[in-house]
């Protein structure tokens, strides 16, 4: 029974580790976790791998990875030191479970025991026979690996014990020194790393780092700010933006020089993954300290470059990159180079080793870098063509190594030659260029998938650098042409690098050039199409389709060839194709798009409707018909716009698309779309008044009367303006001049909306905001004959003053209005028979004065007010008076 | 200088694909996540990851001729590190996956990039030299090259690597390189007291002490027969030890000596046990002039010897002449299927006559079986393989003592089955492969003299040398018809 559990137990965690996602969705994290906790009782190790490789999954909350955490040190409590591997697995787990459930911190209890055991192991010297100290097998290492991780991820955590991690290191016991000098390294490098970043520190610092010796785990500073913000993992100090944070130190650094001295001593002792992580640890740290001379590197100089291992190689050449001339005289620069440039193809190296050095190469960090240091590729200065010569591309290369190769001989090509075209007097240019053909070779006869793409690459490549010697840029476009004769198959290649070629930087027009060559090679089939393979013929229609999105190629051979396939009567078959006649499609629709439509009208018109007609397909005959519809119904420019716009249904050229299987269906979709007009949610302009003229400036409405005011304005006519947004911002916007005729002379509100075609093609339907009226806008001249002089104004003014200011009043009914409503208010002055006068005082501070004169049969108001509001009550009044006396028969 | 995981798959040329072993390391992912900010990508599960690899690799989809992602010639893939898109935005990208596929297997990891964006060069990462050996160490401990998936070697040794990870990786950051084979039983760990243990000597030697000493030469050659084109030939050479000596810290040199008008070894690459380098043995190069200083040897190499047998240097040289001169003349007779066959070969007279196996092999591609083979050969014998396509010269241990072969004669092609294709030797190029070994032989006149092998201990151990030459890609172009150049000694 316990086998056949144990068995199941292995299932389901393998099951767990090959998809997690699926694992969860049959059971919850929180069951499998609690089960997994109550197994590990039984000491097996595979019920650690969930926790191991998924411990956020499992522990998705601080909270239970801190429990998770308590629950697995129980575990490890009770378990006899005799399990060492399930011991150290353990370890292993519960650094990983409180790292990446985020408990690493003074506050938490799981940690802070954790640390304390793990620092406890490390200084364990207890002696086991059976304890093989190879890398892992120990607890202890095992604890110090543990200890390495926590500081790596929680920096300056054990920055406080840095002198009894040395003094561990320097015991008499060496067997566990390779894990000791790696966690020493990586915790004095985040301490110096952290006290340089401090502003101020100084040797004093550094002493403090080197001789911190707090007591056993955290309890001794429990608000060191490791553990309270826990810090973030620090990046590298070697970045390739130059080096990162110094920490000004005298020239004495006693104790940290001896430190690393004896590190670097013991280097050659360590594995050499190890001795490369060490290296580069004590790297960062004497390129921070500014009291180190990097001299103290030497001694280990000349073992590191004559190494055959990939990792202590390139440690190396981080070194040269951190210390330049301060570690490596001219002459050395030079020998490293060397040594790089025979490691790339060094018969011993692996392919991937090959691939990484000349990708260093490439990068090389030289003492008196010249080219742009944005870590793009540049040749180092000292790579001659000599010593580049090993490095040229070979037919028996691997792609990428190959690759590679072409790029770097081209570069260096280039370096040499400078980018005339007449540099291609070199051999080398010849060389590559007969690679290339080498390749096409391999390719013509039949190589497989890998050898086809490995060329096209390589033609991409070669344009790249080569694009502009047009002796060999239009020799492949003449070779890629007579491959795609022989091998129509090739076409999506083709097309592709044709793609790349045009959207990257190969010289502009080879593509266009490499497309009309192939319009001219698919065009050619159709004169004995019986001939042509019904696959090759496929082929030809999706080159042509591509073509034909080409406005700079004239595409009346296509349209003829294309009146070919649609016309041709055998075989039959073809005719009820539907994949052809929707490839041909394919075709006109580039076509309806293509701005020398007007000269392939009626050609296209006849492909079309013959399609339409006789085709055996409907879906591809109703799709003819309505690529003829919108070609007959539609301007040239809202056709565009719907072909752009309207999606993808057969816009197999540049994209592979998905393909429905009625393109109709999805085309009659983007088209209704196209065709439709689309309700706008917000305003896209607006109408601005321009002058008290009334002209408007910027864009285009339909006016229309507004709601509020109905009637105050006769119904504008739509305006029409054809291109609202002209190119550049400095243009000015469109001015319109609208015609207002009030129907009455009061203030009012347009209400304005307006339908337009946006650069999307789609058409659009705005509202836009009220444009308001205002008073004054209404007030015109007075409509009379321009020949009228001054004096007949004058008259017209005098008779319409009488008109409009004058009361018809005799003297007597004059008489009686005064006395009846003005009588308070009169201010006699005997002396003036002609008039009266009115004073109004109206509370709070206005008046109203009125002098009331008698004129022959009417009477003047005139009236005079500090406060203009109360003119229009004044007038009110006057009215109602008046009215008052005409309704009591005065004759006003 | 870590790795965030690690998957370990294998395929049959694109067919039955599996992920076999994966490892993913949270407390690396969890620095990944910090250092990376915005622009961090987790990983996705194996079934994910395993297609966006082989999108990459240019496996995805083997039926289908054209894949746009797969294919695209923008896609120049030039170092070891490929780019996952695991989204379609610009963020969702996973770099630098470095990958190593040789054979059925295929070895990929994710190293940690310590440092934000912009995205550092791959040249700048420590952890990417990190993962390739460990990826290299991982795959000859999986058995190398010659690993059948299915076969006896890969599922036990996959069934190991939980344990193996935990020793060599156990939290992401790689120590060591698993052993291929477990630790000699003769590995006694040191006792207190003695001096510092390397990491990479896991124990002491018990027993009998004995040095073995094996230098291998390999020569390559391409010859044209063409004055048009220059023949090329290069020779590297590795020195295999196997030290079964005592002590903790056991200090033994090996010296490699040239006979006194040798040409120097260049682009030397010595073991890491070796304790320290000569500077003037590493000069040589054979990437440039070579200076005037010439330096022959005698080459020492001191070192401390690991408990398993390990390359200890290696080295290239120049020498003069290949080992073994050949022509070869196809000639088109009247009939279509009718070849003339002349091949002569002739031993250079400063090598030894004494081969351990000496052969040579004449494919034919794109055409149909052989029927009449009617072929004289000087010396040796001649076989036509089964599928007959292939001639295969058997020359024996001896060339005769005029030291020159030829084969004459004429070859019929009118089988009825079509014979193996290969679309560089189209028409009439066509190459003999040759195949020897010469034991006690190495063509740079370097070797190991038994007494220069010094070892400080305590007992006497018994010293074995030896060294011999082999073939390898050792072509003769018929020069009759167009042959591929490879190299750029053409372009200077």
Redesign the interface.
């Known amino acids: 029974v316990f086998l056949t559990m144990a068995v199941s137990w292995v299932e389901r965690v393998a099951s767990f580790l090959r998809s997690p996602s699926r694992f969860l969705a049959s059971t919850t994290a929180e069951v499998f976790l609690v089960e997994l906790l109550r197994e590990q009782r039984d000491e097996r190790l595979t019920m650690l791998s969930p926790l191991c490789e998924h411990p956020t999954l499992l522990c998705p909350s601080a909270c239970t990875g801190e429990e998770t955490c308590l629950e697995l040190m129980s575990v490890f409590s009770h378990c006899p030191p005799k399990y060492t591997e399930f011991r150290c697995q353990l370890l292993l787990t519960l650094t990983t479970v409180l790292v990446s459930t985020g408990c690493v911190s003074a506050h938490s209890h799981a940690s802070r025991d954790f640390l304390e055991l793990l620092l406890k192991l490390a200084q364990d010297t207890y002696y086991d026979p059976a304890d093989v100290p190879s890398a892992l097998r120990s607890t202890r290492a095992a604890a110090c690996e543990c200890l390495r991780e926590l500081e790596a991820c929680c920096p300056s955590l054990l920055s406080q014990h840095l002198e009894l991690l040395n003094g561990l290191r320097q015991q008499e016991n060496p067997r566990h020194h390779q894990a000791l000098s790696g966690l020493y390294a990586v915790v004095l490098r985040n301490g110096v790393h952290l006290l340089a970043r401090q502003a101020g520190a100084g040797p004093e610092g550094l002493k403090a780092l080197l001789g911190g010796n707090a007591a056993v785990a955290w309890e001794a500073e429990p608000d060191s700010p490791a553990l309270t913000d826990r810090a973030a993992p620090l990046p590298s100090v070697l970045g390739p933006s130059g080096l990162g944070p110094t920490l000004q130190t005298g020239p004495d650094c006693k104790e940290l020089r001896s430190v690393l001295s004896s590190l670097l001593e013991e280097s050659y002792l360590l594995t050499p993954l190890s001795q490369a992580a060490l290296l580069h640890a004590l790297t960062e740290v004497v390129a921070m300290v500014s009291g180190v001379s990097p001299a103290i590197f030497k001694a280990q100089l000349l073992r590191l470059l004559g190494t055959s291992k990939v990792c202590l190689f390139h440690c190396t050449l981080l070194m040269k990159a951190a210390f330049t001339d301060s570690l490596f005289s001219a002459e050395d620069e030079a020998f490293l180079l060397k040594r790089l440039v025979a490691l790339c193809q060094h018969p011993q190296m692996s392919t991937a080793a090959q691939l990484f050095y000349t990708d260093c190469l490439v990068h090389f960090p030289e003492n008196r870098p010249i080219g742009a240091a944005d870590g793009g590729e540049a040749l180092p200065v000292l790579l001659t063509p000599r010593l580049a010569a090993s490095l040229v591309p070979t037919v028996f290369d691997e792609p990428a190594t190959m690759l590679a190769r072409l790029n770097v001989s081209a570069l260096v090509h280039l370096e040499e030659h400078g980018a005339r075209e007449g540099g291609a007097a070199g051999g080398g240019l010849a060389y590559l260029w007969e690679h290339l053909l080498l390749r096409l070779h391999v390719v013509e006869h039949g190589g497989d998938r890998a050898a086809v793409v490995t060329f096209f690459r390589a033609s991409f490549l070669f344009l790249c650098h080569f694009g502009h010697v047009e002796r060999h840029a239009a020799d492949l476009r003449r070779r890629l042409c007579a491959l795609y004769l022989r091998h129509c198959r090739l076409a999506p290649h083709v097309l592709n690098l044709a793609d790349r070629a045009q959207d990257g930087p190969v010289r502009p027009g080879w593509a266009v050039a490499l497309l009309r060559s192939l319009q001219g090679v698919a065009v050619s089939a159709g004169g004995d199409l019986a001939a042509v393979s019904q696959k090759d013929l496929h082929w030809h229609l999706r080159v042509l389709a591509r073509v034909a999105e080409e406005g700079q190629i004239g595409q009346g051979s296509t349209v003829d060839f294309l009146f070919a396939v649609a016309t041709a009567a055998s075989p039959p078959s073809r005719n009820e194709d539907w994949r052809l006649g929707s490839d041909l499609l394919a075709v006109c629709r580039h076509l309806l798009a293509h701005p020398g439509l007007d000269a392939l009208l009626c050609p296209l018109a006849d492909v079309l409707q013959h399609v339409a007609r006789h085709h055996g397909d409907t879906d591809v005959r109703d799709h003819a018909r309505l690529y003829y519809s919108l070609l007959t119904a539609l301007s040239r420019e809202k056709l565009a716009g719907v072909l752009a716009n309207g999606g993808g249904g057969a816009n197999g050229g540049r994209q592979d698309n998905k393909r429905v299987l009625s393109a109709m269906v999805v085309e009659s979709q983007d088209l209704t779309s196209a065709l439709t007009i689309h309700k706008a949610r917000t305003p896209v302009f607006h109408l601005v008044a321009k002058d008290r003229a009334g002209g408007w400036a910027e864009p285009t409405p339909a006016p229309e009367d507004d709601e509020p005011s109905a009637g105050r304005f006769a119904a504008l006519a739509d305006v029409c303006v054809p291109r609202l947004f002209r190119e550049g911002a400095s243009a000015a916007p469109p001015a319109v001049t609208l015609t207002l005729r009030p129907r009455a002379p009061y203030p009012g509100t347009l209400r304005c909306s307006a339908v337009f075609t946006a650069q999307d093609e789609l058409t659009w339907h705005a509202a836009l905001p009220d444009v308001h009226v205002a008073f004054r806008q209404l007030f015109k001249p007075l409509p009379v004959p321009a020949s009228w002089g001054p004096a007949l104004r004058l008259r017209a003014f005098e008779r319409l003053w009488d008109d409009l200011f004058c009361g018809r009043l005799g003297e007597a009914e004059l008489e009686a209005l005064l006395e009846e409503h003005f009588a308070p208010f009169r201010v006699a002055d005997p002396g003036d028979a002609t008039g009266h006068r009115v004073l109004l005082f109206i509370p709070p501070g206005s008046h109203v004065l009125l002098r009331i004169r008698p004129q022959e049969d009417a009477v003047q108001f005139h009236m005079a007010t500090d406060n203009w509001r109360l003119l229009p009550h004044v007038n009110d009044f006057l009215l109602s008076v008046t009215d008052w006396e005409a309704r009591n028969g005065v004759d006003s | ?2 790795i965030r995981a690690l998957w370990i798959i294998t395929h049959e040329k694109g067919e039955h694909v599996s ?1 076999r072993f ?6 690396v ?3 990944a996540k ?2 990376a900010g915005s622009s961090y990508q987790a990983v996705p ?3 994910a990851v395993l297609q966006l690899l082989l999108t990459e690799l ?1 496996l995805a989809d083997p039926g289908k ?2 894949v ?1 992602q797969r ?10 590190a490929l780019e996952l898109h695991v989204d379609s935005s610009a963020k969702g990208i996973l770099w630098p996956v ?3 596929s040789r054979g059925p297997l295929i070895l990929a990891c994710l190293p940690l990039v ?3 964006e ?9 952890s ?3 993962g ?5 160490g991982l795959q000859s401990f999986l058995g190398g090259s010659e690993i059948k998936t299915d076969g006896d070697g890969l599922a036990p040794r996959l069934a190991l690597m ?2 193996v990870l ?3 990786c ?8 698993p052993q291929a084979r477990a ?1 000699s039983t003769a ?1 006694v ?2 006792a ?9 000597r ?2 002491q030697h018990r027993g009998r002490p004995a040095v073995n000493v094996a230098l291998t030469e ?1 020569v ?1 050659c391409m010859q044209y027969g063409d004055p048009s084109k220059q023949d090329l030939w ?1 020779v ?1 050479g ?1 020195v295999t030890c196997k030290c079964d000596v005592e002590g903790v810290l056991p200090n033994v040199t090996v010296t490699l000596t040239l006979p006194p008008n040798g040409s120097p070894l ?7 046990c ?6 003037s ?3 040589a ?5 070579g200076d005037g200083s010439a330096f022959s040897g005698p080459y020492k190499f001191p070192f401390c010897p690991p408990l398993e047998p390990f ?1 200890l ?2 080295y ?1 040289s120049q020498v003069p002449v290949p080992p073994i001169l050949g022509s070869y003349q196809l000639k088109q007779q009247q009939e279509v299927n009718h070849l003339r066959v002349s091949v002569n070969l002739k031993l250079h007279e400063s090598v030894k006559n004494t081969f351990e196996y000496c052969e040579a092999r004449l494919p034919f591609f ?1 055409r149909v079986q052989m029927s009449i083979v009617d072929v004289k050969v000087s010396s040796g014998h001649l076989d036509v393989n089964k599928e007959k396509n292939l001639l295969v010269w058997v020359l024996g241990q001896k060339f005769p003592k005029s030291r020159e072969v030829t084969m004459e004669g004429g070859i019929r092609f009118s089988g009825q089955l079509p014979g193996p ?1 290969d ?2 030797c ?1 028409d009439l190029t066509a190459y003999i492969k040759l195949y020897f070994k010469v034991p006690d032989l190495t063509l740079s006149g370097c070797s190991v003299d038994q007494h220069s092998v010094q070892v400080y201990s305590c007992a006497k151990p018994k010293i074995v040398t030896c060294r011999e030459l082999q073939s390898k ?1 050792y072509f003769i172009w018929n020069s009759t018809g167009p042959a ?9």
């Open positions: 200088m870590s992920v994966s490892r993913r390391f949270p407390t992912e969890y620095r910090s250092l599960e194996d079934s240019g001729p054209y746009a294919d695209d010639c923008l896609n120049q893939q030039r170092t070891p470095l990958v190593i310590e440092a934000g912009p995205r550092p060069p791959l040249s700048s990462l420590l990417v030299s990190q390739l050996t460990l990826l290299e939980p344990s935990q020793q060599v156990p939290l992401g950051t790689p120590l060591d390189v630790p590995g760990p040191a207190a007291g003695s001096p510092r243990q390397p990491a990479w896991t124990g390999t390559r290069d590297y590795t260049q682009d030397i690459l010595a073991h890491p070796v304790t320290s380098l000569d500077s043995i590493l000069n190069s054979s990437v440039d002039d390359k240097c290696s290239t794109n294709v679309p560089l189209t890609e591929p150049v490879s190299s750029g000694q053409m372009i200077l």
